[in-house]
C-alpha cells in the first residue's frame, strides 16, 4: 500500500508513504484502513515530508553548522563514531522514541557497540601463539557526558529538520534524554584550604576589634587592616 505524499524537499522526486499489509481473509479491508490512516496523516501534516535518512540529515546538518572548530570537530566525531554506525542508514520516517531509547542503551552498554557479544581481544592479527595479552573483551560504556553531546547532536539536526519541512514532528521529543552526570565536587587542595583559613582568621581579628571598640585604622598602631573592613 502507498499513498502519495507530495514532492521530496530534498530530491525534488515523489514522495510515497509505504505500508505493508499482511495477507489474509480481512486484508482488503485492512488495507483501506491504512489507506485512510495515511491520507489523515498527510491531510494532518503528521506525515514524513522525505525519504531521507539520518545519515543524510547529518550531512545536511553538519554542512549547514555555524560553530567554533573545536564544536565542529566534536561533533563530527560522535556523528562518524556513534551516529552513523548505529542509526545512519535508518529512514527518518521509521524513527520512533524505541529507536533512540535503543540507540542510548546500546551506547551505554558498550561504547564499541559490541551489544555484549563475548570473545577474545588478541594482541595482534592474524595467526599467533595466545599469550596474556590476549584476554576476554570488557565492554565499557560510553561517558555520561559523551551521551549528552550526542543527545545534543541529534537534537540540533531534528530541529532544523522540522524547520526545512523534511520532518512535521521530532521522533526525539519523545525519546528519554541522557540524564546530566552526579556532580562530584572535589575539596580544594591543602595550600587553597589554608589560604582561605587565613583569610577568615583575619576577618575574625578584626571583627573582634571593632566590638572592643580599638581603632585599628589609627596611624599610631602597627596592625594591618584586614580586608574588606578599611
Same mark, same amino acid.
Given at each position: 500500500?502507498?499513498?502519495?505524499?507530495?514532492?521530496?524537499?530534498?530530491?525534488?522526486? !515523489?514522495?510515497?508513504?509505504?505500508? @505493508?499489509?499482511? #495477507?489474509? =481473509?480481512? +486484508? %482488503?479491508?485492512?488495507?483501506?484502513?491504512? &489507506?485512510?490512516?495515511?491520507?489523515?496523516?498527510?491531510?494532518?501534516?503528521?506525515?514524513?515530508?522525505?525519504?531521507?535518512?539520518?545519515?543524510?540529515?547529518?550531512?545536511?546538518?553538519?554542512?549547514?553548522?555555524?560553530?567554533?572548530?573545536?564544536?565542529?570537530?566534536?561533533?563530527?566525531?560522535?556523528?562518524?563514531?556513534?551516529? !552513523?554506525?548505529?542509526?545512519?542508514? @535508518?529512514?527518518? #520516517?521509521? =524513527?520512533? +522514541? %524505541?529507536?533512540?531509547?535503543?540507540?542510548? &542503551?546500546?551506547?551505554?552498554?558498550?561504547?564499541?557497540?559490541?551489544?555484549?557479544?563475548?570473545?577474545?581481544?588478541?594482541?595482534?592479527?592474524?595467526?599467533?601463539?595466545?599469550?596474556?595479552?590476549?584476554?576476554?573483551?570488557?565492554?565499557?560504556?560510553?561517558?555520561?557526558?559523551?551521551?549528552?553531546?550526542?543527545?545534543?547532536?541529534?537534537?540540533?539536526?531534528?530541529?532544523?529538520?522540522?524547520?526545512?519541512?523534511?520532518?512535521?514532528?521530532?521522533?526525539?521529543?519523545?525519546?528519554?534524554?541522557?540524564?546530566?552526570?552526579?556532580?562530584?565536587?572535589?575539596?580544594?587542595?591543602?595550600?587553597?584550604?589554608?589560604?582561605?583559613?587565613?583569610?577568615?582568621?583575619?576577618?575574625?581579628?578584626?571583627?573582634?576589634?571593632?566590638?572592643?571598640?580599638?581603632?585599628?585604622?589609627?596611624?599610631?598602631?602597627?596592625?594591618?587592616?584586614?580586608?574588606?573592613?578599611?
Amino acid at each position: 500500500m502507498k499513498v502519495y505524499a507530495g514532492v521530496d524537499p530534498l530530491n525534488g522526486r !515523489r514522495h510515497y508513504l509505504r505500508e @505493508t499489509v499482511p #495477507a489474509g =481473509l480481512n +486484508a %482488503e479491508a485492512e488495507a483501506e484502513k491504512v &489507506r485512510i490512516r495515511l491520507v489523515n496523516e498527510i491531510n494532518e501534516r503528521r506525515n514524513p515530508r522525505t525519504s531521507a535518512t539520518v545519515n543524510q540529515l547529518m550531512d545536511r546538518y553538519l554542512e549547514l553548522l555555524n560553530v567554533d572548530r573545536t564544536i565542529r570537530e566534536r561533533y563530527e566525531s560522535v556523528i562518524r563514531t556513534h551516529i !552513523r554506525p548505529l542509526i545512519g542508514k @535508518t529512514p527518518l #520516517a521509521r =524513527l520512533d +522514541a %524505541e529507536t533512540f531509547d535503543a540507540f542510548y &542503551r546500546t551506547l551505554r552498554t558498550c561504547r564499541s557497540h559490541c551489544g555484549g557479544r563475548k570473545f577474545v581481544e588478541h594482541r595482534t592479527e592474524g595467526e599467533h601463539e595466545c599469550t596474556e595479552k590476549c584476554r576476554p573483551r570488557e565492554c565499557k560504556p560510553l561517558s555520561t557526558g559523551t551521551l549528552r553531546k550526542i543527545h545534543w547532536c541529534l537534537s540540533g539536526a531534528f530541529k532544523d529538520a522540522l524547520r526545512w519541512n523534511w520532518i512535521t514532528v521530532s521522533p526525539l521529543d519523545r525519546a528519554e534524554a541522557p540524564k546530566a552526570p552526579t556532580p562530584n565536587p572535589q575539596p580544594p587542595p591543602a595550600e587553597a584550604a589554608a589560604i582561605v583559613n587565613e583569610a577568615f582568621q583575619g576577618l575574625a581579628l578584626g571583627h573582634a576589634r571593632l566590638a572592643s571598640g580599638d581603632d585599628w585604622r589609627s596611624p599610631r598602631r602597627a596592625v594591618r587592616a584586614p580586608l574588606g573592613l578599611a
